[in-house]
T-cell receptor
Framework: EAGVTQFPSHSVIEKGQTVTLRCDPI?????LYWYRRVMGKEIKFLLH????????ESGMPNNRFLAERTGGTYSTLKVQPAELEDSGVYFC???????????FGPGTRLTVL | DQQVKQNSPSLSVQEGRISILNCDYT??????FLWYKKYPAEGPTFLIS?????DKNEDGRFTVFLNKSAKHLSLHIVPSQPGDSAVYFC???????????FGTGTRLQVFP
């Protein structure tokens, strides 16, 4: 069974540009989560999809962040326009049922210059 | 305000000895506590969990202890092996929210 995959693995952009991160969850996993880790800090929850619906988006920092999961399969997280403080590693996770066992992808390292 | 805290950023242990990683939390409503292990350039990998109604859970070389009155949990690894060298994250979850709340991580180094 393939794990959670994320693309790209790294992205370096300038302040004000737009970046779109993609996450492909494990096949059959209805639950998809986005998390972010800013340098040296804790991994912070951003939002949770159940299929194509946003179950909880309480962790989204502001309206420059837009997450979608059309069709309930892969998800994208767009940052527009990017700011310096958006730099960090963005993790995606998925789970078959709500609750404990969340499987994480390798993350996308975003650097905003 | 951080609800899950790992106050030791790093720990160095000799191979074969016990590694003890600590975690404190502030929210008494958490239902489960988890430990994740993370290697460089990889995502966190689930290691072991414990329900809030238990005080101990063991899985091979890994044991997690929960002290609810002190709002403290610890992960014991014995014996420690060089392959255990990684960053360990403590996390907590409530059934009604389904989001993991992580600590800042502890980097464990196991040397020969």
């Amino acid at each position: 069974e393939a794990g959670v995959t994320q693309f790209p693995s790294h992205s370096v952009i300038e302040k004000g540009q737009t970046v779109t991160l993609r996450c492909d969850p494990i096949s059959g996993h209805d639950n998809l989560y986005w998390y972010r880790r800013v340098m040296g800090k804790e991994i912070k929850f951003l939002l949770h999809f159940v299929k194509e619906s946003k179950q909880d988006e309480s962790g989204m920092p502001n309206n420059r962040f837009l997450a979608e999961r059309t069709g309930g399969t892969y998800s994208t997280l767009k940052v527009q326009p990017a700011e310096l403080e958006d730099s960090g590693v963005y993790f995606c996770a998925s789970s078959r049922a709500q609750g404990l066992k969340q499987f994480f992808g390798p993350g996308t390292r975003l650097t905003v210059l | 305000d951080q609800q899950v805290k790992q106050n030791s950023p790093s720990l160095s242990v000799q191979e074969g000895r016990i590694s003890i990683l600590n975690c404190d939390y502030t929210n008494s409503m958490f239902d489960y506590f988890l430990w994740y292990k993370k290697y460089p350039a990889e995502g966190p990998t689930f290691l072991i969990s414990i329900s809030s109604i238990k005080d101990k859970n063991e899985d091979g070389r890994f044991t997690v202890f929960l002290n609810k009155s002190a709002k403290h949990l610890s992960l014991h690894i014995v014996p420690s092996q060089p392959g255990d060298s990684a960053v360990y994250f403590c996390a907590a979850i409530s059934y009604n929210t389904d989001k993991l709340i992580f600590g800042t991580g502890t980097r464990l180094q196991v040397f020969p």
